[in-house]
């Protein structure tokens, strides 16, 4: 079997962008959390392609290759359908289009839950076929005893707690959690019990702000938000979200960029000259060198 992660960019678009930086590791991530501050929030994007990564790798601490690409690149209803292929397969991409962040790979629904060893068969694939760092997964309290089993084996675990979209029919939806006093009081068990685990880092998502500052300040992991706080040590976002790629967004997503209307404008473009003929110009075919 051939690795992955080698990039052979002779024949490919995907030019490598040469290495000035050093890859981050976890330890180095867990270590920006000091004596429970997080002096420089950490950054973290999803990406799913490796060019998608190029990109955003150089101004990022963390790729996240979300189960998220089942609805953004795949037309899914929810994550649920995600499979282990499909996370390996663009895992390993965005792994051969970065050079400085740690990339971490989302654990799809149906691939860890049932059992420790069932966890490690799955992440032991993602880590040996993608080159990835570690791997996420949803969970809180239910999750303690995979996520000891799998980091005294070698494997990084980020936890992700709140708001689980994999959880999304037990949830009832995608609305915020923490609300009531009791929820409150059972997302802030799951965190310190993940943290007690043994993740080295925790996603919060869609919770209220009350609960996402009181976590942050509890536990020692980087809490990673989003739909959180900004007092949380680092934020995520799906990289297509940011960039306005959808018509409809999150409330918690700030958008820095609307690519939709870019693609479709220059798709439009294109369109109107392939109809008038005015596509290919002379520039653009091959003719005999005179
Ligand atoms: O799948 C994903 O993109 C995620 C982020 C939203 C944290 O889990």
């Known amino acids: 079997m051939s690795t992955t992660f080698t990039l052979d960019t002779s024949t490919s678009r995907a030019n490598p962008t040469p290495a000035p930086m050093k890859r981050l590791t976890v330890p180095a991530i867990q270590r920006r959390k000091v004596e429970g501050k997080t002096a420089e929030p950490l950054v973290m994007l999803t990406a799913y392609t490796a060019r998608q990564a190029q990109l955003l790798d150089p101004h990022c601490d963390m790729l996240l290759v979300g189960d998220s690409l089942g609805q953004v690149i795949y037309g899914l209803p929810s994550t649920l359908p995600v499979t282990l292929d499909m996370m390996i397969a663009h895992g390993a991409a965005v792994v051969r289009g970065s ?6 790979v989302d654990m799809p629904f149906g691939s860890y839950e049932a059992s420790p060893a069932q966890a490690f068969a799955s992440a032991s694939r993602v880590m040996a076929e993608t080159g990835c760092a570690a791997v996420k997964l949803e969970g809180g309290q239910a999750m303690v005893e995979t996520i000891s089993f799998l ?15 994999q959880a999304v ?26 943290a007690n685990a043994g993740a080295f880092a925790l996603v919060l ?8 500052v009181e976590i942050t300040n509890g536990i020692d992991i980087p809490v990673i938000g989003i739909g959180a706080s900004a007092h949380c040590d680092g934020q995520v976002l799906v990289a297509e979200d940011m960039l306005g790629m959808f018509e409809r967004t999150p409330r918690f997503v700030k958008r820095y960029e609307n690519i939709a209307e870019t693609i479709s404008g220059a798709a439009e473009r294109y369109a109107a000259d392939v109809r008038s003929r005015s596509f290919p110009t002379e520039d653009q075919v091959y003719r005999p060198k005179k």
């Open 169 to 194: 029919n037990a949830l009832g939806g995608y609305g915020a959690r923490g609300k009531s006093l009791e929820e409150h009081a059972r997302i802030m068990d799951d965190a310190r019990a993940v």
């Open 151 to 165: 980091t005294r084996r070698g494997i990084p675990v980020m936890a992700h707690v709140g708001l689980t979209p």
């Open 205 to 212: 998502e869609g919770v209220m702000e009350d609960l996402a």
């Open 99 to 104: 050079y400085h962040s740690v990339v971490l």
